[in-house]
């Protein structure tokens, strides 16, 4: 039995009779508002279970670019891409043609009983190129015909490829067919939220992580007479008291671009993840990218890219942070003396850190057993200490830390030097 037959099954048995054009409970005739929403949208009307409802396609040829970007088809390997960004094995050999791209335009942004979702966009790609479809929400009576199509989108694919869909778009859809009496959505695969990547990847270094801010500065698409999100909700109230279709065109047209960034976002990704160091990529995104492999366990990259770091910005910017974590992962990998020059250049660079000198103070103090050493760089902690108490840094334990550190150092170095009066001390 197909996903369709499923479905209409299922919702037959919650459904009342089929409503007919033009005898809706809210008392609109869709006959007399038909004309207005299909001559600025160019469209059709579906049949439901549930009556009618108004939906839109566009396809974009494989050729179509999209700021700096192509929007071509996605490549086999786009799920271990996925699967690296996001930490999910379960993207690893998903096939490309059945990932969706999904996004709502809502009444509101919380996820009350009072908030709806009147647009739905999906995006897919096909043969012909990249086509999206959105389905519309007419009128509240209508509800149930318009999450009845989106079920059905939503079956015919096997994964979902959101911006802020987990903690947004999809318990907000949820909400609405529980309250229809539909059961929850069927979306039972992979979710990918774009949202999470993007951050660990270029939060601090662009204003927002919000899709506007990539659109700009990571696709070089800029949007030109857009409609501001959170005009979206007032639009669709006055079209509800109007039928004015003319209010609706450029929601339909913010909701279709978010669905194409959202493709080609995820395209940029793949292409980042597969080979950063291409032109066009800033050291600081290498280093998140490294971050974010050593995150997920991927250590031989990890270190590979933190050093190419190093390599391109010798004294810039990110330099001390590429140290800094390389010599962490050394020591991570149990590779310390390899850490051990590393620690002594952040000493000299870092002027308000503590982590190196601890970190040598370890290194002499249980690897190589010079006391003497691992003092001096508890003494050289303590002054930056002071310093940093002077300019009113919050210094939470590390006094404590350092100062339980200095005195066993201490205990060790007289127990070294005087071993006759520790033994009789004991002794006694």
């Given at each position: 039995m197909s996903v369709?037959?499923?479905?209409?099954r299922l919702y037959r048995k919650k459904s009342p009779k089929e409503p007919k054009p033009g005898n809706h409970q809210s008392g609109i005739s869709l006959r007399g508002h038909a004309s207005r929403i299909n001559s600025v949208v160019p469209?059709?009307?579906t049949s439901t279970p549930f009556g009618l409802c108004f939906s839109t396609e566009r396809t974009y040829p494989p050729g179509y670019k999209h700021g700096t970007h192509h929007l071509a088809s996605l490549p086999p390997e786009i799920g271990e891409s996925i699967g690296l960004l996001t930490a999910e094995d379960s993207w690893i050999g998903i096939d490309p043609r059945r990932i969706l791209f999904f996004d709502t335009e809502t009444t509101g942004l919380t996820q009350g009983a009072g908030t709806c979702v009147f647009l739905v966009g999906v995006g897919f790609f096909g043969p012909q190129g990249f086509t999206i479809r959105q389905y519309f929400l007419e009128d509240y009576s209508q509800e149930r015909a318009f999450l009845y199509l989106i079920a059905r989108e939503l079956g015919r694919f096997q994964a979902l490829v959101t911006f802020n869909g987990k903690a947004f778009d999809l318990p907000l859809l949820a909400n609405r067919f529980i309250l229809a009496g539909l059961g929850p959505p069927p979306v039972d695969y992979p979710h990918c939220d774009l949202l999470y990547p993007a951050r660990r990847l270029w939060q601090g270094l662009l204003p927002s992580c919000a899709l506007a801010d990539l659109e700009n500065h990571i696709l070089q698409f800029h949007r030109t007479g857009d409609l501001p999100g959170t005009e979206i909700p007032g639009r669709y109230f006055h079209y509800l008291q109007t039928r004015d279709g003319h209010l609706l065109a450029p929601v339909f047209d913010h909701n279709r671009l978010d669905i194409t960034s959202l493709a080609t976002l995820l395209i940029h990704l793949h292409r980042f993840v597969t080979n950063p160091m291409a032109p066009g990529h800033s050291p600081a995104e290498v280093l998140a990218l490294a971050?974010?492999?050593e995150a997920r366990g991927h250590l031989h990259q990890?270190?590979?890219y933190y050093r190419a770091v190093l390599e391109q910005?010798?004294?810039g910017k990110m330099e001390a942070t590429?140290?800094?974590?390389l010599a962490n992962l050394l020591k991570r990998k149990g590779?310390?003396?390899?850490?051990?020059?590393?620690?002594e250049e952040l000493t000299r660079k870092e002027t308000f850190s503590l982590d190196p000198y601890i970190e040598l103070a370890k290194y002499y103090e249980h690897c190589t057993r010079d006391l003497d050493r691992a003092r001096d760089m508890v003494l050289r902690a303590r002054e930056v200490l002071r310093h940093k108490k002077a300019l009113g840094f919050n210094l939470g334990h590390q006094p404590a830390e350092l100062e339980h550190r200095w005195q066993r150092l201490q205990r060790k170095t007289a127990k070294r030097d005087h071993p006759g009066v520790i033994s009789r001390r004991s002794a006694e």
């Open positions: 369709r037959d499923k479905l209409e469209g059709r009307y971050r974010l492999l990890s270190e590979e910005e010798p004294g590429a140290m800094r974590c590779q310390v003396k390899k850490a051990v020059p590393l620690w």
